[in-house]
């Protein structure tokens, strides 16, 4: 074969916009996990750039500050956890998923990134930058959702509630809760207990 050859393919060369992409989301990965094993406060850049592969200066380049980087994770990870939760949907149709989203959120918060979710919140609460950061994108998840909501509930034949965005606030603080007693208590927490109760109190706002 010569290099002229059409078996021969060249590999295809990725534009440096698609590097920069694929370098920021490496690091984000890698801070997700520092995070889940370790918690907020002993994440360091050097300790996520030995966790990524890349140099410390390629972190700073990304995210000027740690509350840079902690808010990107937090938008990333609602992102990633909306696509796998619509590729659900897809594949068991809006009134199915409506009833299931209750164990699919609470499987989603036991996972490490959910993990590395709360310990983004907690630290918040001392943290004058990143709570100020934070807040700006909590209101853009919380609409996502509040819209995400309206539509499945729509395609589900159904009008949403008139107190969906109050719904919504309860049902992911009471996941979030349940998780983090999982996490800590084990079979202790009887989860499926709460999981059932809360299903119990959603009924008059789920398909039937």
Do not use: W
Request: net charge neutral; charged share 25%; hydrophobic share 45%.
């Amino acid at each position: 074969m010569t290099s002229n050859d059409p078996a021969i393919t060249k590999p295809v060369r990725r534009s440096q916009a698609e590097r920069r992409a694929e370098t920021r989301r490496r690091v984000i990965d890698a801070t997700t996990m520092c995070l889940y094993r370790v918690g907020y406060s002993a994440v360091s850049f050097s300790m996520v750039a030995e966790e990524a592969g890349v140099s410390r200066g390629i972190i700073t380049y990304h995210f000027a500050t740690k509350a840079d980087l902690m808010v990107a994770v937090r938008d990333t990870i609602q992102q990633d956890e909306l696509r796998a939760l619509e590729a659900t949907q897809s594949q068991i149709g809006a009134a199915e998923y409506l009833r299931q989203l209750p164990t699919l959120v609470l499987n989603g918060m036991r996972r490490e990134p959910a993990i590395a979710v709360n310990e983004i919140l907690l630290a918040a609460r001392g943290d004058p930058e990143l709570i100020g950061k934070l807040r700006t994108i909590e209101h853009d998840i919380d609409q996502r959702t509040l819209s995400r909501r309206e539509g499945l509930y729509r395609e589900a034949g159904m009008e949403p509630p008139a107190n969906l965005p109050a719904v919504i606030r309860l049902a992911v603080s009471t996941f979030r809760g349940l998780a983090i007693a999982d996490l800590a208590l084990g079979e202790e927490a009887d989860i499926d207990a709460s999981l059932a109760l809360f299903r119990d109190m959603m009924a008059p706002v789920l398909p039937q």
